[in-house]
């Protein structure tokens, strides 16, 4: 094993196959002979290696000395102490559970924009700015597919103001959001946004610690969402549907406050108990230790008190700068984190029970800094 230039081999058998891989799909994007794919049916969300050249575990693009799949992957080896530096210039300290950054409390001052998004519309408005006013040319999102009932999560390029308030609100199965990077750069994007919980939002990071060209460079905005996992799509059927009658298609919005909060089209409100849904947790989420997007230029996320406000770590300049500019140009007000002293004690209790799902038998990153409580 050529240890100097780790490939496809080893990140078969170190990552995909023994249960740290997230289903990011980050080696897929940047793997410039397009001999991996993905697969997102059944419960899997893993990638996979093409038999036109080689086979199941290997690759003789890796042989010859490609290794742009294990530059890209953001649970490879020593990644979290890597982009720590790269990102932040120091690693994190043990009192830093949730990751480097500060916390604060925002909220679009538009009404519309928290009315058709997420918990105080901030991503939503976050978005829309970045792409009116020449920051980002296009973000890599989520959407549901066709006209939305049947609730299955897919990648999307968002281009527009159309396009984001199409695109807000939450979804709780997975979306391997990168899989839509080929379109925006088809289109001519330069500079992209990419939204997605901490699997998804370390990849831009790892790529550009380990110099992966220009897909590192063109992924210029992290947008973490926090997250403590997400569910198989099975759930639909037999869970809500099985258990309380309520079909996809009926599904109007979504939401986890503790409970799983379900609003139907008939103006129906229900909650189904978050222990009846743990059976459906997605493989890839199980041995996650990032709840809160670590490293995301700006991780948000609705785990507050205060239902039309958005929890905000705000953790690089690039993401000061938005925070910064977003309030001077009244898109946005912000109140500080201390204001919701539960959710801050809830992010610093859900990152610690993240960080331990992290595998004793991986290398140790994650592991490595001892946790308060554990």
């Given at each position: ?317 690039l993401g000061r700068d938005l925070m910064t500019t977003l309030k001077e140009k009244g898109l946005i007000e912000t109140r500080p984190g201390d204001d919701d002293p539960g959710a801050v004690a809830l992010l610093h209790k859900l990152a610690q029970v993240s960080r331990k799902r992290w595998p ?15």
């Amino acid at each position: 094993m050529a240890l100097e230039k780790p490939q496809w081999k080893e990140l078969f058998t170190e990552v995909v196959t023994s249960g740290l891989c997230t289903g990011c799909a980050a080696c897929v994007v940047a793997c410039p002979h397009d001999v991996l794919d993905y697969e997102s049916t059944g419960g899997v969300y893993k990638p996979w290696h093409l038999d036109i050249d080689g086979g199941r575990e290997d690759c003789t693009h890796g042989v010859k000395g490609c290794t742009m799949c294990t530059r890209a992957c953001p649970r490879f080896r020593n990644w979290e102490s890597e982009i720590d530096q790269h990102r932040f210039a120091r690693e994190r300290t043990e009192d830093e559970v949730f990751g480097i950054g500060d916390v604060l409390l925002a909220r679009s001052t538009d009404v519309s924009l928290v009315e058709n998004g997420q918990d105080g519309g901030f991503v939503t408005t976050l978005l829309v700015y970045a792409l009116e006013n020449d920051v980002i040319d296009a973000a890599l999102v989520s959407a549901l597919e066709g006209d939305g009932t049947t609730w299955r999560a897919q990648p999307r390029v968002a281009r527009t103001r159309q396009d984001v308030l199409e695109t807000a609100k939450s979804r709780y199965t997975y979306s391997a959001n990168l899989l839509a990077y080929p379109q925006a750069v088809e289109t001519g994007a330069e500079r992209i946004a990419l939204v997605g919980m901490g699997c998804m939002a370390s990849a831009p990071g790892a790529m550009q610690t380990r110099k992966a060209g220009k897909i590192a460079r063109r992924l210029s905005l992290t947008v973490g969402l926090l997250c403590s996992k997400t569910f198989d799509d099975a759930i639909f059927e037999e869970l809500f549907e099985s258990q309380y009658g309520l079909s996809r298609a009926n599904i109007v919005k979504m939401n986890i406050k503790g409970v799983f909060q379900i609003w139907t089209r008939d103006g129906g409100y229900h909650e189904v108990p978050l222990k009846e849904a743990h059976a459906y947790t997605r493989e890839g989420c199980t041995s996650c230790p990032d709840f809160a997007a670590e490293h995301a230029d700006l991780s948000a996320g609705g785990i507050g008190a205060f239902n039309d406000w958005t929890l905000v770590i705000v953790r690089t300049d690039l993401g000061r700068d938005l925070m910064t500019t977003l309030k001077e140009k009244g898109l946005i007000e912000t109140r500080p984190g201390d204001d919701d002293p539960g959710a801050v004690a809830l992010l610093h209790k859900l990152a610690q029970v993240s960080r331990k799902r992290w595998p004793a038998t991986a290398t140790p990153g994650p592991r490595r800094l001892p946790v308060r409580g554990s």
